[in-house]
């Protein structure tokens, strides 16, 4: 029930956010799998010995380990976070912030459509975002680093930040559709993002603060035991569960709204 013409102009208009966030993905992968060794691991983990950095420089000195505690630790989180908050807020808030979407209403496109369109197209670009990284990531390994990367492990990690995502942006497109301007949308879009980051940082620095880890959502994106193997398919099903309750909730909410018009 998407609008094609309209979709389109979703595509178009986010493109360069997409390709922009993907690009930094990309790169930052490429460096770190280029300057990876265990000799260097093992140093840096020497060096801030008895450090609070010694909660976050954790691993056995494997590559996918050191991407773990590394990539997938901050920038996995942070930029795609940045991409879900900012296209979020255009989805449907900025819109009618703007009164561009009188405009869209005025023509045949119906709520529904406008919705489902850009709730398509969010999910759909977070996808193409994870498998770009995940086949730019193995091509790196094998250049740089051949035979050291668990590729069934780095998938499954990509699979997680993809799922942990897919919830970021649901909570930013909820937020979108319930609000009628960018300001509360993004009060409350980036804010819970945000405050999720915040704490998960704050776990990892302290053990004492580890009863924080139930008011995060990081907390089920656990890259520990998703290189373990086994663990880590409650927490993809709760985000998978979670996005779609959101999703679904962002549509209805907007269906049934008062617009400024």
């Not at 919705?115 to 193995?138: D, E, K």
């Not at 937020?175 to 940082?201: H, M, Q, R, W, Y």
Request: a neutral charge.
């Amino acid at each position: 029930m998407i609008n094609i013409p309209y979709f389109k102009q979703t595509i178009k208009s986010n493109a360069k956010f997409l390709c922009a966030f993907t690009l930094v993905l990309c790169v930052f992968l490429v460096v770190m799998t280029n300057v990876f060794t265990p000799e260097t691991v093992s140093g840096l983990q020497t060096a801030v010995q008895g450090t609070v950095a010694s909660h976050i420089l954790t691993g056995n000195g494997t590559l996918i380990s050191f991407m773990s505690n590394s990539f997938y630790a901050l920038m996995a989180i942070v930029f795609p976070m940045v991409y879900s908050i900012m296209v979020g807020n255009r989805m449907i808030a900025e819109k009618i912030d703007r009164g561009n979407m009188a405009g869209f209403l005025s023509t045949p496109v119906t709520r529904l459509q406008i919705t489902l369109s850009s709730a398509v197209y969010f999910v759909l670009s977070l996808l193409l975002m994870w498998g770009v990284t995940s086949a730019v990531g193995i091509a790196a390994a094998e250049a740089f680093q051949p035979g050291e990367l668990d590729k069934e492990a780095f998938l499954m990690l990509n699979a997680g930040a993809f799922l942990y995502h897919l919830t970021i942006s649901s909570i930013t497109f909820c937020s979108s559709c319930i609000f009628n301007t960018s300001k509360s949308s993004l009060t409350f879009g980036a804010g819970i993002p945000l405050f999720f980051f915040v704490v998960s940082l704050l776990v990892k620095l302290s053990d004492n603060l580890d009863f924080l880890k139930y008011f995060t959502l990081n907390t089920l994106f656990d890259t520990e035991k998703i290189i373990d193997g086994s663990g880590y398919a409650g927490g993809f099903a709760a985000m998978l569960i979670a996005s779609l309750c959101l999703y679904a909730a962002g549509i209805i909410w907007f269906q049934k709204k008062d617009l400024p018009l």
